[in-house]
Antibody, heavy 120, light 110 residues
């Protein structure tokens, strides 16, 4: 069964940086498009960004609220997805999920999430 | 404020049917696939419907999806107490080049 496991969350001060990781297993990671989705406390789902497979150019798309502050990358040899977040704001506080993105058709595999808290 | 509009809450009795609407525009629902997600309390979202109306393996046929123009609907029949959850619609938005989600609908099975 396909599985995703996020890690790297924690408490960080405003203006700080954090790097999240997402380890994939039981599916062909190198062919997968991957997304990050976050959920602020008590709020709904918010897409953060995605990265296409290497064969599709490994291009990235980012949501407006985080563009310029985040970078999504992947290491296909380690089957791992990364989310580098800089200049963090209190409004970035959320549970961050990685997901297997079927190019707009649906996200059919989700991790359990990792919690990021931005507070002084 | 979410790009896609869902009712904040719906409720129905066990065994009954409920529908959840999701309204968007031509740049998102109107020209892209809609998917639906169930989020049980304290857990990650789970895909219920993809490609507007297809169910992944393991999702019972009590769950159905449809799309018409710039709106989509999730239907759930034979409601069970275990269906109590938040439900989200999602789709790609060609204008913003990103995924957009509805604000979520809390289902209560009375």
């Amino acid at each position: 069964e396909a599985q995703l496991v996020e890690s790297g969350g924690g408490l960080v001060k405003p203006g700080g940086s954090l790097r999240l990781s997402c380890a994939a297993s039981e599916f062909t990671f190198r062919n997968a498009w991957m997304s990050w989705v976050r959920q602020a406390p008590g709020k709904g789902l918010e897409w953060v960004g995605r990265i296409k497979s290497k064969s599709d150019g490994e291009t990235t798309d980012y949501a407006a609220p985080v563009k310029g502050r985040i970078t999504i990358s992947r290491d296909d040899t380690k089957k791992t997805l990364h989310l580098q977040m800089n200049s963090l704001k209190t409004e970035d506080t959320a549970v961050y999920y990685c997901s297997l993105d079927r190019d707009g058709r649906g996200m059919d595999v989700w991790g359990k999430g990792t919690t990021v808290t931005v507070s002084s | 404020q979410s790009v896609l509009t869902q009712p904040p809450s719906v409720s129905a009795a066990p065994g009954q049917k409920v529908t959840i609407s999701c309204s968007g525009r031509s740049s998102n629902i109107g020209n892209n696939y809609v998917s639906w997600y169930q989020q049980l309390p304290g857990t990650a979202p789970k895909l219920l419907i993809y490609d507007n109306n297809k169910r992944p393996s393991g999702i019972p046929d009590r769950f159905s999806g449809s799309k018409s123009g710039t709106s989509a609907t999730l239907g759930i029949t034979g409601l069970q107490t275990g269906d109590e959850a938040d439900y989200y619609c999602g789709t790609w938005d060609s204008l913003s080049a990103g995924w957009v989600f509805g604000g979520g609908t809390k289902l209560t099975v009375l």
